[in-house]
């Protein structure tokens, strides 16, 4: 297999994410969003919407040429069930979509590559203007998020069972593959979280941080991430 990538991409991070909780060998094509390669012709052809993550199964188990970083995930999911990323559960699977979908339907398109772009040219917002436009929707966001993680708590907490370490149970899933790198990435754009109430959210970052399959997938962990 090999993934269309690139180091700071959040979305790209999720799959990275995810193929590594699965154990799975990819070879690494950077796709260089700084430089605009997601533009050029040859990378078009493959994604007409110039977008990374896309992941080229090559053959395994079957020839495709797979995009959208959910829809990635979810494909990797059903071919290679093991560990899984969705409970068995009709109601922990919504669950976990509903908290993965805050992330990639709620927070990440807006404050994507392109949008900021936009903002900047032709809108003419300045840097302040378009932190200020990230930072909010994210903030929103989280918050939200942590939210949600209270109610899973008092239900799990109603049926006496323990604190979740991960977003969603005693396992890492779906919805931690898309926290992660959303966090990660408002920690580039300057967000400080010590001024939000976020406490059970920077629980379960940390709890993922102290897997091997997250911190490989870390930006600076990619080949194409400058040397420090
Ligand atoms: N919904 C898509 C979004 C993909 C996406 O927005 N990718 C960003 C990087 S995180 C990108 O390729 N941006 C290129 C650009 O903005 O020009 C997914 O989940 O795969």
């Known amino acids: 297999m090999k993934l269309y990538n690139y180091f700071r991409s959040s979305t790209s991070f999720r799959v990275r994410i995810a193929l590594n909780l699965k154990g799975l060998d990819c070879e690494y094509a950077s796709v260089h969003l700084a430089r605009g390669e997601q533009r050029e012709a040859a990378y078009r052809a493959l994604s007409p919407d110039g977008l990374v993550p896309l992941l080229d199964l090559q053959g395994v ?7 959208q970083s959910m829809a990635i995930i979810e494909y990797l999911d059903e071919v290679y069930p093991q560990p899984p990323l969705l409970p068995p559960d009709p109601l922990g699977r919504s669950r976990v979509r509903a908290l993965a979908q805050s992330v990639a339907c709620e927070m990440h398109p807006i404050n994507n590559l392109r949008v900021l772009k936009y903002l ?5 917002l300045n840097e302040e203007q378009r932190a200020a436009w990230y930072n909010h929707w994210v903030v929103q966001g989280l918050l939200a998020y942590e939210q949600r993680l209270r109610e ?13 370490r991960y977003s969603y149970g005693d396992a890492p899933s779906l919805a931690d593959c898309c926290l992660v790198p959303q966090l990660i990435n408002g920690r580039r754009f300057g967000l400080s979280y010590d001024a939000l109430d976020i406490p059970l959210t920077l629980a379960v970052l940390q709890a993922c941080l102290e897997l091997d399959a997250f911190r490989r997938a870390l930006p600076e962990n990619c080949p194409d991430a400058p040397p420090v």
């Not at 900047?120 to 003419?124: I, T």
Request: aromatic share 0%; no cysteine; glycine share 8%.
């Open 152 to 164: 899973l708590q008092a239900e799990r907490a109603a049926r006496a069972l323990p604190p979740a």
């Open 120 to 124: 900047a040219q032709p809108l003419g």
């Open 61 to 67: 188990p079957e020839p495709g040429l797979l995009s």
